[in-house]
Every structure is written in C-alpha cells, then in structure tokens.
C-alpha cells in the first residue's frame, strides 16, 4: 500500500515560481513511475509530468520548458517546481504512484494519489 500526503500550494502572479511536494510512505516509489497531473473546475484530471525510478522525466506540451519533475529516493519525496506561471496554470494538482503500465501521463494508469493542493496564478 502506498500513502501520499502533498504540500506546496499557493497562490502567485504570473511568471512567478512555486514547488509542490509529495511525500510518500509505504512502498518505496522508486519501483515504480510517479506523476503530477492537475484538474481544471469542471474538467478531467489531466497528466503534467512524470519519472521513472531512473530519472526520466514526461512532460505535458503545455508546461515542458516550464516544469520540472525530480525525485529524492532517499528521502521518499517527489517534487514539482514549477516556473513561469500561467493564469491558465490554474488548477488542483495531484500527485500519483504506481504506474501500472502504458503511458505514464494517463490518470487511469496509476493506482494511488495525493490529497490535491491548489495552485492559483493571477495576472
């Protein structure tokens, strides 16, 4: 089993930066491929990025260049810091764990997921 309890939230003005965390206990995430997708009001969940145990990172067209995904194995952490904020970066962001196979940014592909955080960016 796999528990996931997510920080970092907030609210910001546009081109500024913000980092969210997981934490994640239980079995160790590194066996597995971890994301970070967000979900607009009224809209599915949808997937940002991604990394494997190794290091390589997926990244949604909308916010490659922008974000970035990295994980700390030892500390049982996963991070996203996000840079150049939109407006339309507005949403509830999820952290999610084991990846169960097929594309890593699909939300019915992983089987446990954070509490949500938002993120607000104004203009």
């Known amino acids: 089993q796999v528990q996931l309890l997510q920080s970092g939230g907030g609210s910001v003005q546009s081109g500024g930066s913000l980092r969210l965390s997981c934490a994640a206990s239980g079995d160790s995430f590194s066996t597995y491929y971890m994301g970070w997708f967000r979900q607009f009001p009224g809209k599915e969940r949808e997937g940002v990025a991604a990394i494997g145990s190794g290091g390589r990172a997926s990244y949604a067209d909308s916010v490659r260049g922008r974000f970035t995904i990295s994980q700390d194995n030892a500390k049982n952490m996963l991070y996203l810091q996000m840079n150049s904020l939109k407006p339309e970066d507005t949403a509830m962001y999820y952290c999610?764990?084991?990846?169960?196979?097929?594309?890593?940014?699909?939300?019915?592909?992983?089987?446990?997921w954070g509490q949500g955080t938002q993120v607000t960016v104004s203009s």
């Open positions: 999610a764990d084991q990846w169960r196979g097929g594309s890593c940014l699909d939300r019915n592909k992983y089987n446990y």
